[in-house]
C-alpha cells in the first residue's frame, strides 16, 4: 500500500526533462494554477474542513483519512477522485477560500484541509506509477535493519 | 535578560515543531508572521520600489535590520533582498545548526505583504533564504506575482 507522494517525485521527473522548450511549458503549467483547473470541471467538488473547536485533536490527521476513504470509495465506484491541496496550503489562499464559502475565518474555528473533486475519469491510467522496492522502505525490528530476522 | 534572544529561542523551538509537523509545506503557512509591525506603519507608495523602499527605511530605522538592499529583475517577478546584522539572524542560524533549513523570515513577509495591501500583487511567496552566519549576511529570493498575467511566467533565477 503506497499514498501518492506529489513534489517529490513530480521534482525527479521534471529534472529528467531535457527539452527547454517543453521544460518551460511544463514549468508554466505548474505555476500557473493550471494544474489544478480541472476541478472547475468536475460534476462534484466537496471542500473538505474540520472544526478546530469542539475538543478536536489532529484534526488535520482526521480530515486526511477522511479524504483516503472519499478516493477509495469513488474509485470502487467507477469514479476518479483527486485530492486538491495546493490552491488552499497557504494561509492568505485558505482565507480566501473559506471566505468564497462563508466558512468562519479565525484561526481557532475551522481548518480547511483541501477540496476533493469527483468525477469520471478521463482516461485508463496508461502506466503503473514508479514505487520503490519495498526492500528499500521496510525495516526489521531497528531502524535501517533490512535483514529480516529468523523466527524460530 | 536579552529579550530578543529570548524572542529568537522561542521562534527556533516553534519553526522546529511545524517543521516536523507539515515538513516543506509549513513554509506555506507562515507568510503572515511578521506582519504586524509594517501594518502599523501606514507605508505608502504606488509603485513596488516605493513600498519596498519605504519598508525599508522603517525597517532600518527600527533597527530590525542595520542595512538592507533589494532588486527587482527576472521579469519583475523575482524580489531578491539582502540584509545584513538582521535581529532575527542568531534564529537562521541556531536553525541551520539543528538541520533545519530556515523557512520564516518575518522581515520578508512584512515586504511581501506590503505589496499585497498596498499594490493588491495577486500573490507572492518567499523561495529560498540564504544566509551566511560568518558575515552576517541573509539573502532572500521571493516570487512576486502582480496580477494573474503574471501567474505561471517563470525565469531562471541563477541567470536573470
Not at chain 1, 514505487?131 to 522502505?137: A, F, I, R, S
Not at chain 2, 540564504?130 to 541563477?158: F, Q
Request: with cysteine; net charge negative.
Amino acid at each position: 500500500m503506497t499514498a501518492w507522494y506529489c513534489l517529490g517525485e513530480m521534482q525527479e521527473r521534471f529534472e529528467k526533462i531535457k527539452d527547454p522548450v517543453k521544460k518551460a511549458e511544463v514549468l508554466r503549467f505548474m505555476y500557473s494554477g493550471e494544474v489544478s483547473e480541472f476541478a472547475k470541471h468536475a460534476p462534484l467538488v466537496i471542500a473538505v474542513i474540520g472544526t478546530l473547536m469542539e475538543g478536536s485533536v489532529d484534526v488535520p490527521y482526521d480530515l486526511s483519512a477522511a479524504i483516503e476513504n472519499m478516493l477509495l470509495e469513488a474509485h470502487s465506484l467507477g469514479l476518479g477522485a483527486c485530492w486538491v491541496h495546493g490552491p488552499v496550503a497557504s494561509t492568505r489562499d485558505a482565507k480566501k477560500f473559506k471566505e468564497i464559502l462563508k466558512i468562519p475565518t479565525g484561526m481557532g474555528e475551522y481548518k480547511v484541509i483541501a477540496y476533493v473533486a469527483i468525477g469520471w475519469p478521463a482516461e485508463e491510467r496508461k502506466h503503473p506509477r514508479p514505487k520503490k522496492p519495498l526492500e528499500e522502505m521496510v525495516y526489521w525490528e531497528e531502524f535501517g535493519k533490512k535483514e529480516r530476522p529468523e523466527y524460530e | 535578560m536579552n529579550k530578543i534572544e529570548y524572542c529568537n529561542d522561542i521562534m527556533v523551538r516553534l519553526e522546529e515543531l511545524l517543521f516536523h509537523e507539515l515538513s516543506g509545506c509549513a513554509a506555506w503557512k507562515v507568510e503572515l508572521v511578521g506582519i504586524d509591525f509594517i501594518q502599523a506603519k501606514e507605508i505608502k507608495g504606488s509603485t513596488p520600489e516605493e513600498v519596498i523602499q519605504n519598508c525599508i527605511k522603517e525597517i532600518t530605522a527600527s533597527g530590525l535590520v542595520k542595512e538592507m538592499t533589494y532588486s527587482i529583475d527576472g521579469r519583475d517577478i523575482k524580489l531578491e533582498l539582502t540584509m545584513k546584522d538582521c535581529v532575527h539572524l542568531p534564529k537562521e542560524v541556531k536553525l541551520k545548526q539543528d538541520g533545519v533549513k530556515p523557512y520564516i523570515c518575518p522581515i520578508t513577509n512584512m515586504i511581501l505583504d506590503q505589496l499585497i495591501e498596498k499594490l493588491n500583487f495577486e500573490t507572492t511567496y518567499m523561495a529560498e533564504v540564504n544566509i551566511n552566519e560568518n558575515t552576517g549576511e541573509c539573502r532572500v529570493k521571493s516570487a512576486i506575482y502582480k496580477d494573474e498575467d503574471n501567474i505561471g511566467l517563470v525565469c531562471d533565477w541563477s541567470k536573470e
